[in-house]
C-alpha cells in the first residue's frame, strides 16, 4: 500500500511561485512505478498537470502549464514537487497528486493511489 501527502499549497499572487511536495510511503521503488499532479477547480472536472517516472528519466506536462512548472522528484526524500512559476488566477484548484504502475499516463483511472489534495489560490 502507498500512501500520498501533498503540502505546499496556498494563497500567491499572479506571477507569483509556489512549490507542491508530494511525500510518498510505501513500495514506490519500482522501475515501472510513476507519479502524477492533477488539479481541480470548483465546478469543473479533474484536470492533468504534469507526471513523472519514479527514477525521474521521463515525464510530461499539459500544455497548458507547460514552460511554466517543473516536476520533479527526490527519491532519497520519497518525495515529489511540482515547482509552479508564472501563476495565474486559471491555475486556482485543488492539487492533487497520484501513483500507478506501467505506461506513463494523462489518464486519472490509471492511477491507483491519491493523496487528499492541497489548495493553490492565485490572485489578480
Known amino acids: 500500500q502507498i500512501q500520498l501527502i501533498e503540502s505546499g499549497g496556498g494563497l500567491v499572487q499572479a506571477g507569483g511561485s509556489l512549490r507542491l511536495s508530494c511525500a510518498a510511503s510505501g513500495r514506490t521503488s519500482r522501475d515501472y512505478y510513476f507519479m502524477g499532479w492533477f488539479r481541480q477547480a470548483p465546478g469543473k472536472e479533474r484536470e492533468f498537470v504534469a507526471v513523472i517516472t519514479w527514477k525521474g528519466d521521463s515525464a510530461y506536462y499539459a500544455d497548458s502549464v507547460k514552460g511554466r512548472f517543473t516536476i520533479s522528484r527526490d527519491n532519497a526524500k520519497n518525495t515529489m514537487y511540482l515547482q509552479m512559476s508564472s501563476l495565474k488566477p486559471e491555475d486556482t484548484a485543488a492539487y492533487y497528486c497520484?501513483?500507478?504502475?506501467?505506461?506513463?499516463?494523462?489518464?486519472?483511472?490509471?492511477?491507483?493511489?491519491w493523496g487528499q489534495g492541497t489548495q493553490v489560490t492565485v490572485s489578480s
Open positions: 497520484a501513483g500507478g504502475y506501467g505506461v506513463l499516463t494523462s489518464n486519472p483511472d490509471e492511477y491507483n493511489y
